[in-house]
Structures are given as structure tokens and as C-alpha cells.
């Protein structure tokens, strides 16, 4: 008999709209090259917009049956993925009426180092010889200095889905976590590679408080998981939550 190591069910959900990307949004407009919010970016936290958002995914996860909703919850450790988090805990979303975030730090943005803070015209004109080796490598090998790639962070979500295997195998798991994040795990899970990821990338933003959903066949250890949703907006066009889908505060870099 064949044992199951992989949840019954993945959820990834963005984080919704956040301070930080209001801020970047004025920045870009106004052809600044600092983003112009003074907090690290781990304590940025959700818009008012942003805080609506998540409390509209709740109550879409609130709305499956019980049965079908997640039983565990994990969330990045930056302040707007758990403020996401608690409001979907807060609204019904995991069966059972379960409260508790698993934070794992795994599930963290992708770190910018240097260009922390800075709009894309602010990269150029201050790092101008990283900028063009950025432009020359590619966005997902290239690590500004004190970062990571998004091969770096790759790296990390391979080590925090190993953890779900082992702790949550047959469970319904949610993961509340940032862009770049739910990107690489659809690297991960569907054993991508970096022409495809950055192709489906360009294609659109993932939008904040999107959903992305992924089934897995216990009977077939060695098949790839299935796609089931992609940057899902149902819960914020029913709720009349506006859609948003800034890329998170470094938008030159992600």
C-alpha cells in the first residue's frame, strides 16, 4: 500500500494590498527614486483596501463547505502576510473553527539587500553597473548584493515544503505568502523551468489575495501536482473588494 506524502490540498494566497505598494505606486508616479516608506519591510502592513481584501477571502474560504475548507494554516512572518492570515482565521476560513498560524519564515518575501526601498529608477541611478548585470543575468539568478535570486528563495520553499510533506501529509494546508513566493512554488510543484516561470510572470501580477490552489494524487507519489486555480479574484469581485495586483514594494526587482 502506497503511504501519501503530499497534502491533499494546497492553497497559496498573496497577501492583500499593503502599504508598501500604495507607497510604490506614488513613487513610480511621481518619478521619485526612493519608495518613501521609512519601516523595515517586514513590519510594512495591509492598506485599508488591503485589510477588505482579506477579510473578503475569508469569507470566501468560510463559504466551503466544511469539509473542503484548509485545516492548517501557514504564513510568511512579514506583517501583512499574518494580518492576511487573521483575517481569514477571523472569518471562518479553516475547518473546524480553527484559529492557529503556523508562521515559518521560510515563506518570507524575497530579500532586495541593497535596492531595498528603492523604485526601479532608483536602482539605475544609484547601482547602475549592478542594474546592467541584473538586466544581462536575468531576475532569477541575479542576487543584489545582500539578497537573494529567485533561485535563492527557490531554494528555501524546497526545504519548507519538505516540512508540509512531513508534518501535514492528507491534509487541506493554506499558505498566505508574497509574489515572488507563490511564483516559485508553482516552479517547484510543476517541476518548471526558468523560461516558463518568467513567461507566466510577464503574463500578468499576481494579484493580492489571488488564489492559487493545487490537487495531488496520493496513489501517484511521483506525479506532478495539478493546478486546480490560478490567481483566483472570485472573493474580491463578489465581495465588490476592489482587485489590486502591485508588485510588492520592490517592484524593480521582486
Not at 531554494?155 to 492528507?170: C, F, G, K, T, V
Not at 510543484?189 to 516561470?197: R, Y
Request: with cysteine.
Amino acid at each position: 500500500m502506497q503511504v501519501s506524502h503530499w497534502p491533499a490540498r494546497l492553497w497559496l494566497v498573496r497577501h492583500g494590498q499593503s502599504q508598501g505598494n500604495v507607497a510604490r505606486d506614488h513613487a513610480d508616479a511621481r518619478g521619485l527614486a526612493e519608495i518613501g516608506i521609512d519601516i523595515r519591510d517586514v513590519d510594512v502592513p495591509l492598506s485599508d483596501l488591503g485589510h477588505e481584501q482579506a477579510q473578503a477571502t475569508g469569507r470566501w474560504f468560510a463559504a466551503l463547505p466544511d469539509e473542503q475548507r484548509p485545516e492548517v494554516i501557514l504564513s510568511s512572518p512579514y506583517l501583512r502576510a499574518r494580518q492576511t492570515a487573521r483575517h481569514i482565521c477571523e472569518a471562518g476560513g479553516l475547518a473546524g473553527g480553527k484559529s492557529r498560524t503556523v508562521v515559518d519564515e521560510r515563506l518570507r518575501e524575497r530579500e532586495f539587500g541593497v535596492f531595498d526601498g528603492l523604485t526601479t529608477l532608483g536602482i539605475r541611478e544609484r547601482f547602475p553597473e549592478e542594474a546592467a548585470h541584473r538586466t544581462r543575468l536575468g531576475k532569477f539568478y541575479h542576487r543584489p548584493p545582500g539578497g537573494e535570486s529567485w533561485a535563492d528563495v527557490i531554494l528555501r520553499l524546497r526545504s519548507a515544503m519538505n516540512s508540509i510533506n512531513l508534518h501535514y501529509p492528507d491534509r487541506r494546508v493554506l499558505i498566505v505568502c508574497h509574489q515572488v513566493v507563490v511564483l516559485c512554488m508553482r516552479y517547484i510543484l510543476e517541476e518548471l523551468d526558468e523560461p516558463t516561470i518568467l513567461k507566466i510572470d510577464r503574463q500578468s501580477e499576481v494579484l493580492n489575495c489571488g488564489i492559487c490552489a493545487f490537487d495531488f494524487q496520493p496513489a501517484e507519489l511521483d506525479s506532478v501536482p495539478k493546478l486546480s486555480l490560478w490567481n483566483q479574484a472570485a472573493p474580491l469581485e463578489l465581495e465588490r473588494a476592489p482587485i489590486t495586483s502591485e508588485p510588492d514594494k520592490m517592484t524593480g526587482t521582486r
